[in-house]
C-alpha cells in the first residue's frame, strides 16, 4: 500500500507535464498524463519519491535513467523532445543544492571541473565526434552536410568572420583539441596561440602541432585565461568557442576584461557561447554529472559585459538549430559505438552520457538554449567592409 501511495503521488506530480501526453508504465498499472494519444511512454522499476522530484525534478529523473529504473519505450531524444520543452515546470530546491548549482569560481575548482569533463579521454572523444575533434557546434551549409563537413564549415565561417591577413596573431581561449588554429595557420599563416585547461587537450594539440610541422605558427599553453594578461602580449585577433560557459556568472565581466587587456585597439573578438534568453542558475542534474560549474549566459548579459570595455558589436548570430542537429550526429555516432564505450566505463555511464547527448539535443530544439556567435571590434574599426564580407 505504501509503494502504490508513493507511485500515485508521483503521478500527480508528473500531472504537470501535460502539454505532450505520455503513458506512465508500472509493474502492474498504467497511468496517463495529459489526453489523447500518448506520444511516449515511461517505464519505471519503482516509484520516484515525491520528496526526490521536488528538491530536483531533473536530478531525480536523470538518475533513475542512470540507475535503470526509468525506461523510454522507443526513440529516447524524440520523448525528451515533448517532455523537455516543459523544463519550465521543474521543481529545483536552489538552497538545499547549493554546493551543485553556485559552486567556487576558483583557479583550482575551475581547473578541477575542466578537467572532470574534458580529460575523460581522448580516445573516448574520438570515439564519436568527428575526425576535427570539435566539441562545439558545427555549421551545416548544405542539408546533406556530412558532422565533418559541418565542422569544417563552422570554422571556416569563424575564421572568415576574423577577417584573418597573412602574418596576424590569433588568440583562441578554450582552443580544445586545436583543428581551428591549425587551420587558421595553414590557409592564412597567421601566428596563433591557444590555451586549455584540460591536460588531454594540451598533450593532443602539442603532439598535432608538431605533426603538421606548424611550430612556428602555433604555440599551446596549459593555463587559465585570467593568467592571459600576464604574457604582456598583444593579438590582432581573439576567438573564444564554447568556453565561456565555464567562467561563473561573477567572471563573465572579468573574462571580457581580460581580453580587452590582450587584444589590440580595432581588434576583432569572436565569442560562440551557448546561451539562455534570461539568467538562470542551469540545471541541477547536467551541473552534478556533466559539466560541472556550468553557466549558461544570456545574450543580453555578454552584451552588456563587453560594451563596459568598448567592445563595439558588429554582428550577433543564433545558430541553434545547428547545434540541435550537431548533438543528434554525435548522439547517432555514440551509439554506434556504444559496446566501445561500454569496454571504457560503467553503463551507469553509459546512460548518463546518453542521456546527456539526447537531453541536450532536445533542449536546443526547444529554445530553452540557444548558441549565439557575436562578433566584436575593440574600439572603433572603419577598415572593415560595411556590408558582411563573411
Known amino acids: ?42 517505464c519505471f522499476k519503482k516509484a520516484i519519491p515525491v520528496a526526490d522530484l521536488l528538491r530536483s525534478t531533473s536530478i531525480a529523473l536523470g538518475e533513475a535513467y ?24 521543474f521543481s529545483t530546491d536552489e538552497k538545499a543544492l547549493k554546493k551543485i548549482i553556485h559552486s567556487s ?3 583550482k575548482q575551475q581547473k578541477q571541473e575542466v578537467s572532470s569533463h574534458y580529460d575523460i579521454g581522448n580516445d573516448f572523444y574520438s570515439l564519436w565526434l568527428d575526425k576535427t575533434m570539435s566539441y562545439s557546434c558545427a555549421y551545416f551549409k548544405n542539408p546533406d552536410d556530412s558532422l565533418y563537413q559541418a565542422q569544417k564549415n563552422k570554422v ?5 568572420k576574423l577577417y584573418l591577413k597573412e602574418g596576424m596573431t ?32 594540451y598533450v593532443k594539440f602539442q603532439q598535432t602541432i608538431k605533426d603538421e610541422g606548424l611550430e612556428d605558427y602555433l604555440e599551446v599553453k596549459l593555463m587559465d585565461y585570467r593568467d592571459l594578461p600576464g604574457l604582456g602580449r598583444q593579438f590582432d585577433r581573439v576567438v573564444s568557442v564554447g568556453m565561456v560557459e565555464h567562467v561563473g556568472r561573477e567572471n563573465y565581466q572579468l573574462f571580457n576584461d581580460c581580453v580587452s587587456r590582450v587584444l589590440k585597439n580595432g581588434g ?9 534568453l534570461k539568467e538562470h542558475p542551469g540545471d541541477a542534474w547536467i551541473k552534478k554529472y556533466i559539466f560541472p560549474g556550468g553557466m549558461v549566459p544570456s545574450l543580453r548579459e555578454m552584451l552588456s559585459c563587453a560594451a563596459e570595455d568598448n567592445f563595439h558589436t558588429l554582428d550577433v548570430e543564433n545558430l541553434r538549430l545547428h547545434y540541435n542537429r550537431t548533438l543528434l550526429c554525435w548522439e547517432k555516432n555514440f551509439r554506434e559505438h556504444i559496446d566501445e564505450v561500454r569496454q571504457m566505463f ?25 548558441i549565439h556567435q557575436i562578433l566584436f571590434t575593440k574600439g572603433i ?6 556590408t558582411r564580407w563573411f
Open 66 to 89: 542512470m540507475d535503470g529504473d526509468l525506461e523510454i519505450e522507443g526513440n529516447l531524444y524524440e520523448a525528451l523532445d515533448c517532455f523537455l520543452g516543459q523544463m519550465g515546470k
Open 346 to 370: 560503467d553503463e551507469r555511464f553509459v546512460r548518463m552520457w546518453d542521456l546527456y547527448l539526447s537531453a541536450c539535443a532536445a533542449t536546443f530544439h526547444n529554445g530553452i538554449i540557444d
Open 105 to 107: 569560481v576558483t583557479k
Open 1 to 42: 500500500m505504501l509503494e502504490k501511495a508513493e507511485e500515485k503521488a508521483m503521478v500527480q506530480f508528473l500531472d504537470r507535464f501535460d502539454e505532450h501526453p505520455f503513458r506512465l508504465k508500472f509493474s502492474d498499472s498504467e497511468y496517463m498524463v495529459g489526453t489523447g494519444e500518448p506520444e511516449f511512454t515511461v
Open 381 to 386: 574599426n572603419n577598415e572593415l567592409p560595411m
Open 170 to 201: 590569433l588568440l583562441d581561449i578554450g582552443c580544445g583539441w586545436g583543428f581551428l588554429l591549425i587551420e587558421a595557420a595553414k590557409k592564412y599563416k597567421i601566428k596563433g596561440l591557444g590555451i586549455t585547461l584540460s591536460n588531454e587537450q
Open 268 to 276: 576583432l573578438y569572436l565569442l560562440h557561447f551557448i546561451s539562455a
Open 156 to 160: 571556416d565561417y569563424i575564421l572568415q
